[in-house]
């Protein structure tokens, strides 16, 4: 979205990532001025898929761009208030789907209700957005809410990195000698 937004090319977003620009756009926009509907709303499971809301977001872009005469590429007027909106559908679509994961867990016993924890890593737990639904998820259902801080949640290098020191120090799964393993470097 931030890409067919043109939004390295906004004055206040040139040097952003997508996801943070859009974030930042999002704080000063009105989600309400469009309304994108939730992802799969016809399946009831715990998947996660974007591609719907995509296409959705680029025919109200392709809209907009023929009403207010601009090309591709150029800055829409409305870029913040579809940021916003965007935002907010996708954080209830991940919040949504997050939740029907927590009762699956709890219903199949695969987690105690007592000392559940939702653990929310990776780039999108960089947007804080995102991070406050997930939180007040977690809150209302008694899970503990584990986040990283948001300097570590912009590569999934890090996350990975992060994950082998936690491997590391807890002693598993640590490969100790790499005699024997062949590998070339790219």
Same mark, same amino acid.
């Given at each position: 979205v931030a890409r067919r937004l043109s939004l390295r090319k906004h004055p206040e977003c040139h040097s952003m990532a997508g996801g943070k620009a859009i974030e930042h756009l999002a704080k000063t926009g009105n989600r309400q001025r469009h309304t994108f509907r939730l992802p799969m709303q016809q399946y009831r499971n715990?998947?996660? !898929?974007? !591609?719907? %809301? /995509?296409n959705l977001v680029n025919k109200v872009?392709? /809209?907009? =761009?023929k009403e =207010?005469?601009? +090309? =591709?590429? $150029?800055?829409l007027s409305c870029a913040k208030d579809i940021a916003a909106a965007v935002q907010h559908t996708v954080a209830l679509h991940i919040i949504q789907r997050t939740y029907r994961a927590m009762l699956f867990c709890i219903k199949n016993s695969i987690l @105690?209700?007592?000392?559940?924890?939702? *653990? *929310? @890593?990776g780039g999108v737990a960089s947007n804080q957005y995102i991070r406050k639904g997930l939180q007040t %998820? #977690?809150?209302?259902?008694n899970f503990a809410f584990l986040c990283p801080p948001p300097r570590l949640c912009t590569d999934?290098?890090?996350m990975i990195a992060w994950n082998g020191i $936690? +491997? %590391? +120090? #807890?002693? %598993?799964?640590?490969?100790? @000698?790499t005699d024997g393993i062949r590998y070339e470097p790219k």
């Open positions: 715990c998947d996660f !898929s974007f !591609s719907g %809301l /995509q872009i392709i /809209q907009k =761009e =207010e005469g601009i +090309r =591709e590429g $150029e800055i @105690s209700s007592k000392n559940a924890t939702l *653990v *929310v @890593s %998820l #977690a809150d209302a259902n999934n290098g890090v $936690e +491997r %590391l +120090r #807890a002693g %598993l799964g640590v490969l100790h @000698s």
